[in-house]
Nanobody, 125 residues
Framework: QVQLVESGGGLVQAGDSLRLSCAAS????????MGWFRQAPGKEREFVAA????????YYADSVKGRFTISRDSAKNTVYLQMNSLKPEDTAVYYC??????????????????WGQGTQVTVSS
């Protein structure tokens, strides 16, 4: 079992920044990849970013490339999503997820076994 707890969401204006955190506990030694996904009202959940548990590989959706940065603090078992230059279209509930079975499909939410509760990010124009 892996437990994931997100934090850091909030209401900001367009152009502002936010940093989301995802603290992992439990069988963290079994994690291969950590991902961030988001779901806006009326839309399907979509991939945002992913990082290998070693921290050596990072992946981004085209829509956030150059604005968002995913990182990991191994000592704290925490993954971060630094979001800069936020846009109203970034408004969504953001979820972190853990993949315990290695998959190259890091952008497929079906590959992730454990999920956090989600944190709301709202960007006003």
């Amino acid at each position: 079992q892996v437990q994931l707890v997100e934090s850091g969401g909030g209401l900001v204006q367009a152009g502002d920044s936010l940093r989301l955190s995802c603290a992992a506990s439990g069988r963290t030694f079994s994690i291969y990849t950590m991902g961030w996904f988001r779901q806006a009202p009326g839309k399907e959940r979509e991939f945002v970013a992913a990082i290998s548990w070693s921290g050596s590989n990072r992946y981004y959706a085209d829509s956030v490339k150059g604005r968002f940065t995913i990182s990991r603090d191994s000592a704290k078992n925490t993954v971060y999503l630094q979001m800069n230059s936020l846009k109203p279209e970034d408004t969504a509930v953001y979820y972190c997820a853990a993949d315990l079975t290695y998959s190259r499909n890091y952008d497929d939410d079906q590959e992730y076994e454990y999920w956090g509760q989600g944190t709301q990010v709202t960007v006003s124009s």
